[in-house]
């Protein structure tokens, strides 16, 4: 797997290149916006793992810099980087709703299973989120009202279907069978007047644009 690798820091970048490279990827390493664009650009990877603020702004320079590639070569996968949780970025992430997109938030990556397993799932073409993202978006739902009518179950097969997951993976995650799953997603598309898909990525990418509204 062709990996560019977007990250200023030179100690995180260094630890992040090992450990891709141990798991069998082809590295680039960019330290700079400009040079992440040329690298995207040119011959696009098999996935961009990007950190949000990159030189020379320290805005949102990597972040804009994926979006241009993925406007440039459509569905190329893209997992963010960010140390904060910004309901803006996931917003820009999810806007063109092709999936292979992931928000990690940096503490994360500390977790290696965690971090290749977002990895290969977004390179894969699966939507990735950070649980944390995934909690904010749940409460500005909650804020508004459209939550608020599902049970507690219902939550979390919602909260883990927002992370990506199949209906197998949520099955064991919550002990359950993947029909009592099937049943909970059902109720969750219709307390939230979304149309069902058996696509776990574009239910995904559903449950977030509702939840983002």
């Known amino acids: 797997m062709r990996v560019v690798l977007a ?3 030179f100690l995180l970048r260094d630890g992040l290149v090992r450990t891709l490279r ?3 990827c082809e590295v680039t390493p960019v330290d700079n916006g400009p040079a992440l664009h040329r690298a995207l650009i040119g011959d696009p990877p098999d996935i961009a793992v990007v ?4 030189p020379p702004t320290f805005t949102d320079e990597g972040l804009q810099a994926a979006l241009a590639a993925r406007r440039a070569h459509p569905g190329l996968p893209v997992l963010v980087l960010s140390q904060y949780v910004d309901q803006l970025y996931a917003q820009e992430l999810l806007g063109g709703g092709e999936g292979a997109i992931g928000y990690l938030l940096k503490d994360r990556v500390t977790d290696t299973a965690q971090f290749i397993d977002a990895v290969r799932r977004v390179a894969a073409g699966a939507t990735v989120m950070d649980p944390h993202v995934i909690a904010k978006l749940l409460a500005r739902g909650d804020a508004r009202g459209t939550i608020g ?4 179950r219902e939550r979390d097969v919602l909260e883990l279907m927002a992370e990506g997951r199949s209906n197998a993976a949520i099955a064991a995650t919550l002990h359950v069978s ?5 049943k909970h997603t059902a109720g969750i598309f219709t307390k939230l007047g979304i149309g069902v898909s058996d696509d776990d990525n574009r239910r995904v990418l559903a449950v977030l644009a ?4």
């Open 7 to 9: 990250e200023d820091l």
């Open 22 to 24: 141990e798991h069998g």
């Open 51 to 54: 950190d949000v603020r990159l």
């Open 149 to 152: 009518a599902l049970t507690p």
């Open 178 to 182: 993947e029909s009592a799953v099937a």
């Open 210 to 213: 509702y939840l983002r509204r």
